[in-house]
């Protein structure tokens, strides 16, 4: 058996750490009351759910972001009473808001094609966030939602595919176009 040391003897125990709640458990309580009706949970569901729309949605839509986190959010709370099992809330909005994002932005028509800029900036800019932000522009829709969805979100392949609606092999596919079109972008 192992000695104790005097200071182990005369040090008080760690205070127990308060668990931790999973996001997607804390808002299961609001979302069967937002589905019972209750305009308060409703509007408490929206301020949580908001920033994480907002961060899919910013690097998918771009300039129409707004636009999209709006269509995104409103989709979600007119379907909110078909959500049977409130702790896949997150997974559920996810798809929601990228399958939105991703149709905002192909209706706005702002994409061009990686192959049509010749000024992407040095990977040696000062401003590496706006850098980033210009080369994902040049992307499509759908190469950005792949990105997000693997590289932010920490999908696999079967998962992304699920959320975007087209099969595994598409999304390897625009996986391998979309970091090939990022890194032509970004080289350049």
């Known amino acids: 058996m192992p000695r104790a040391n005097a200071e182990t003897l005369h040090r008080p125990p760690d205070p127990p750490r ?13 979302v069967r009351a937002a589905q019972s009706g209750d305009a308060m949970a409703l509007n408490d569901l929206l301020d949580v759910l908001t920033p994480y729309v907002t961060r899919l949605c910013t690097p998918i839509a771009l300039a129409d972001a707004a636009d999209a ?3 995104s959010l409103i989709s979600v709370f007119q379907n909110i009473a078909k959500l049977k099992d409130p702790t896949a809330l997150y997974a559920w909005v996810r798809t929601i808001t990228v399958r939105e ?7 706005a028509a702002r994409e061009t094609p990686v192959e049509r800029f010749d000024d992407v900036p040095a990977a040696a800019s000062q401003e590496l966030a706006s850098d ?11 190469h950005r939602a792949v990105l997000v969805l693997r590289e932010l979100e920490g999908l696999d392949e079967k998962a992304a595919s699920e959320v975007l ?24």
């Open 165 to 188: 609606n087209v099969s595994c092999g598409t999304v390897k596919s625009r996986l391998h176009r979309a970091r090939n079109s990022f890194r032509k972008a970004w080289t350049r």
């Open 18 to 30: 308060p668990a931790q709640i999973e996001p997607w458990v804390a808002a299961g309580p609001l």
């Open 69 to 71: 986190v709006q269509e």
């Open 132 to 142: 980033v932000h210009d080369v994902l522009r040049r992307l499509t829709s759908e």
């Open 101 to 107: 994002a991703v149709r905002v932005a192909k209706r």
